[in-house]
T-cell receptor
Framework: AQSVTQLDSQVPVFEEAPVELRCNYSSSVSVYLFWYVQYPNQGLQLLLKYLSGSTLVKGINGFEAEFNKSQTSFHLRKPSVHISDTAEYFCAVRNQAGTALIFGKGTTLSVSS | GAVVSQHPSWVICKSGTSVKIECRSLDFQATTMFWYRQFPKQSLMLMATSNEGSKATYEQGVEKDKFLINHASLTLSTLTVTSAHPEDSSFYIC?????????????FGPGTRLTVT
């Protein structure tokens, strides 16, 4: 069975500071990895995904993530955050044979000035 | 890009009544649609997976007689919450996966907030 652990439930940062949101997964098979963002009372928007190839993945809004197979991690980073980045962030995993996504519990990113 | 809509965006109903939520893929054909439920400040929990023209596959612990899912066409899936109770109040989100294009990506709808009084 697969699972996703987001290590931080809340991450408060100041505007223009760097941020890292941590995600670890467990799976006995190869997986695809995703990061989604959810703004209040809205659905999910895909930030970036790792399917194969380069382990450093760049997404929208200046976010990037690095797939580390040995550490089974897929941490999300941004070098300089904005107030508008305040949202809920979800890490998700899907195995190559499966269909549905398994989500972590989410990390609330709060950016203040 | 691929767009998924949900209707209504929010609904309030009385206990004991039924509510239908629609999920539509607007610019692509969705062979598979997923229904998720999200409680406040919590993650998305998969409720069921539906393929066009066949019965939905429900996750363990989800009552199939209470949460009726129909995927009658390649662009529409519906979730009907029957005999709703206050504990069914939640944020329901659908997602869709298409025939072509990026096969591993799901496109999410904006969600429907259900409040049962």
């Amino acid at each position: 069975a697969q699972s996703v652990t987001q290590l931080d439930s809340q991450v408060p940062v100041f505007e223009e500071a760097p941020v890292e949101l941590r995600c670890n997964y467990s799976s006995s098979v190869s997986v695809y990895l995703f990061w989604y963002v959810q703004y209040p009372n809205q659905g999910l928007q895909l930030l970036l995904k790792y399917l194969s190839g380069s382990t450093l993945v760049k997404g929208i809004n200046g976010f990037e993530a690095e797939f580390n197979k040995s550490q089974t991690s897929f941490h999300l980073r941004k070098p300089s955050v904005h107030i508008s980045d305040t949202a809920e962030y979800f890490c998700a995993v899907r195995n190559q044979a499966g269909t549905a996504l398994i989500f972590g519990k989410g990390t609330t990113l709060s950016v203040s000035s | 890009g691929a767009v998924v809509s949900q209707h209504p965006s929010w609904v309030i109903c009385k206990s004991g009544t039924s509510v239908k939520i629609e999920c539509r893929s607007l610019d692509f054909q969705a062979t598979t649609m997923f229904w998720y439920r999200q409680f406040p400040k919590q993650s998305l929990m998969l409720m069921a997976t539906s393929n066009e023209g066949s019965k939905a596959t429900y996750e363990q612990g989800v009552e199939k007689d209470k949460f009726l899912i129909n995927h009658a066409s390649l662009t529409l899936s519906t979730l009907t919450v029957t005999s709703a109770h206050p504990e069914d109040s939640s944020f329901y989100i659908c997602s869709a996966r298409g025939l072509a294009g990026v096969p591993y990506e799901q496109y999410f709808g904006p969600g429907t907030r259900l409040t049962v009084t």
